[in-house]
C-alpha cells in the first residue's frame, strides 16, 4: 500500500491488519443531471424499454466522483482506509440525482497474520 492510497472496503475488518484508530463516518458527495440531450436520448430510449446507456453512464461517472471524494476526505483526516463504505442516492425535482458515498475513516497497520480479522463490532 503506498502512503497516499486509501483502502475502501465494505466490510467492517480489512485481511490482515488491525485498526488502530477511527476517526468516524466521513463521506463524498455529487449532484448530477443529464443535460437536456441527454434527457431527450434517455426518454427516446425509455419509450421501447431496456437499459438506458445515459443514465448508467451519468450514475457510474457520479459514483466515480463521490468515492473519490470520499478518500479525499479520509485522506484529509491521516486515515489510511475506509471500512463498510457504501452507497446512497436520491433524486431532486426528477432531474438531478444526488449520490452519496459515506463510511469510516481508520488507521490500520499490517497484523502480521493474513488471516488475523480485527473489526469494530
Given at each position: 500500500m503506498?502512503?497516499n492510497?486509501?483502502?475502501?472496503?465494505?466490510?467492517?475488518?480489512i485481511?490482515?491488519y488491525?485498526i488502530?484508530?477511527?476517526?468516524g463516518?466521513?463521506?463524498?458527495i455529487t449532484v448530477?443531471?443529464r443535460?437536456?440531450?441527454g434527457?431527450?436520448?434517455?426518454?427516446?430510449?425509455?419509450l421501447?424499454g431496456g437499459?438506458?446507456?445515459?443514465?448508467i453512464?451519468l450514475?457510474?461517472?457520479a459514483r466515480?466522483?463521490?468515492?473519490?471524494?470520499l478518500k479525499?476526505?479520509?485522506r484529509t483526516l491521516?486515515?489510511?482506509a475506509l471500512i463498510?463504505?457504501?452507497?446512497d442516492?436520491?433524486?431532486?425535482?426528477?432531474?438531478m440525482?444526488e449520490?452519496?458515498?459515506?463510511?469510516t475513516a481508520?488507521?490500520?497497520?499490517p497484523?502480521g497474520?493474513?488471516?488475523?480479522?480485527v473489526?469494530l463490532?
Amino acid at each position: 500500500m503506498e502512503s497516499n492510497d486509501v483502502i475502501a472496503v465494505s466490510t467492517n475488518y480489512i485481511s490482515g491488519y488491525r485498526i488502530t484508530k477511527v476517526f468516524g463516518t466521513v463521506w463524498g458527495i455529487t449532484v448530477r443531471s443529464r443535460g437536456i440531450g441527454g434527457n431527450m436520448m434517455a426518454g427516446l430510449r425509455s419509450l421501447k424499454g431496456g437499459e438506458i446507456k445515459e443514465y448508467i453512464t451519468l450514475l457510474n461517472d457520479a459514483r466515480n466522483v463521490a468515492m473519490t471524494r470520499l478518500k479525499e476526505e479520509a485522506r484529509t483526516l491521516g486515515a489510511n482506509a475506509l471500512i463498510d463504505v457504501r452507497f446512497d442516492s436520491s433524486d431532486f425535482a426528477q432531474i438531478m440525482t444526488e449520490i452519496v458515498a459515506y463510511g469510516t475513516a481508520v488507521i490500520i497497520t499490517p497484523s502480521g497474520k493474513e488471516g488475523d480479522l480485527v473489526s469494530l463490532s
